[in-house]
């Protein structure tokens, strides 16, 4: 069964920095698998923010260049994003997802998500 498990969202004020984390597990039963994270502020439609590929490249969303990360832990159990110079404007519910099936994590398409965590950014 996969589990994928955010944490580390909270308040914060504007230009302060926060690690979101994504504990996953029931991964390894797949051939291989790819990991992307997603937003959805209040009202707004989803959107992906960045995207780690099997080949170890990753992807980051125009918005946000340049102020975030996407990693991962060297056992590869935990996928992090890191978040620089917070606007009021990233304030959402932030959701780790995976994808099993072949194909780039950039293009979407996933197959599990998380339960998110919230982000709070106040100005």
């Known amino acids: 069964q996969v589990q994928l498990v955010e944490s580390g969202g909270r308040s914060v004020q504007a230009g302060e920095s926060l690690r979101l984390s994504c504990a996953r597990s029931?991964?390894?039963?797949?051939?291989?698998?790819?990991m992307a994270w997603f937003r959805q502020g209040s009202g707004k439609a989803r959107e992906q923010v960045a995207a780690?590929?099997?080949?170890?490249?990753?992807s980051i969303s125009g918005t946000v260049k340049g102020r975030f990360t996407i990693s991962q832990n060297a056992d590869k159990d935990i996928l992090y994003l890191q978040m620089n110079s917070l606007k009021p404007e990233d304030g959402a519910m932030y959701y780790c997802?995976?994808?099993?099936?072949?194909?780039?994590?950039?293009?979407?398409?996933?197959?599990?998500w998380g339960n998110g965590t919230l982000v709070s950014i106040s100005s």
């Open positions: 029931g991964l390894s039963s797949f051939r291989s698998h790819c």
């Open positions: 780690l590929e099997r080949d170890g490249s990753s």
């Open positions: 997802a995976a994808r099993v099936n072949p194909g780039f994590c950039a293009y979407g398409g996933m197959d599990y």
